[in-house]
Nanobody, 119 residues
Framework: QAQLVESGGGSVKAGGSLTLSCENKYRRDCMGWFRQAPGKEREFVAAIDSKDGTSYADSAKGRFTISRDNAKDTLYLQMNALKPEDTAMYYC????????????????WGQGTQVTVSS
């Protein structure tokens, strides 16, 4: 069984909202979200540490909210005011070190969940 499993992706109109979830059995200190569109490099979206400190990419700041529920071993990404540019496969990442998560070198990665935003 996969240790990180994303869900919640789907198709939505521009301006709509989606909430992604990631079940994390590793219970790592730092977790985050990355995304990758076809033909583009994987990019950082958001991260959260063990004390609920957060970091966001400029493209996500003000629209996306990352959170975690340790009791449920689950990471969330609430996405509001979605734009077509947000269309991508979204991946959950986890590591003991936030520097690894922020740099895209997490020890653990999920399988991805697709988000498609239409105009």
């Amino acid at each position: 069984q996969a240790q990180l499993v994303e869900s919640g992706g789907g198709s939505v109109k521009a301006g709509g909202s989606l909430t992604l979830s990631c079940e994390n059995k590793y219970r790592r200190d730092c977790m985050g979200w990355f995304r990758q569109a076809p033909g583009k490099e994987r990019e950082f979206v958001a991260a959260i540490d063990s004390k609920d400190g957060t970091s966001y990419a400029d493209s996500a700041k003000g629209r996306f909210t990352i959170s975690r529920d340790n009791a449920k071993d689950t990471l969330y990404l609430q996405m509001n005011a979605l734009k077509p540019e947000d269309t991508a496969m979204y991946y959950c990442a986890a590591d003991h070190w936030c520097e690894h998560v922020l740099a895209g070198r997490s020890n653990d990665w999920g399988q991805g969940t697709q988000v498609t935003v239409s105009s």
